[in-house]
């Protein structure tokens, strides 16, 4: 890493191929709590409230996982690792 250019071209790199294994891991848990989620009868409605904040957090892992933690990490490069380094 020698300029700024180059830190966010390696966190953007690494972002876009994390993209797809992630994608791939939250659909299946999603699609697997889908009947869940539609399910009624006896114990429904118990499953139901296990299962709602089970999606919420696939999504909330989503998004942590490829927009805030790698600028949380460039923050993290830029100020403190390479500070004289950087340009």
């Not at 966010?8 to 993209?19: E, K, M």
């Not at 490069?77 to 950087?86: A, I, Q, R």
């Given at each position: 890493?020698?300029?700024?250019?180059?830190?966010?071209?390696?966190?953007?790199?690494?972002?876009?191929?994390?993209?797809?294994?992630?994608?791939?891991?939250?659909?299946?848990?999603?699609?697997?709590?889908?009947?869940?989620?539609?399910?009624?009868?006896?114990?429904?409605?118990?499953?139901?409230?296990?299962?709602?904040?089970m999606?919420?957090?696939?999504?909330?892992?989503?998004?942590?996982?490829?927009?805030?933690?790698?600028?949380?990490?460039?923050?993290?490069?830029?100020?403190?690792?390479?500070k004289?380094?950087?340009?």
């Amino acid at each position: 890493m020698n300029t700024d250019k180059d830190l966010q071209d390696a966190i953007i790199h690494g972002a876009v191929r994390r993209l797809r294994p992630k994608m791939m891991t939250i659909m299946a848990a999603f699609v697997g709590l889908l009947p869940i989620m539609w399910s009624t009868g006896a114990g429904a409605d118990v499953m139901k409230r296990i299962a709602a904040p089970m999606v919420g957090g696939l999504v909330t892992s989503f998004i942590l996982g490829l927009l805030v933690y790698p600028a949380i990490y460039y923050i993290w490069k830029s100020k403190f690792e390479l500070k004289g380094k950087l340009k």
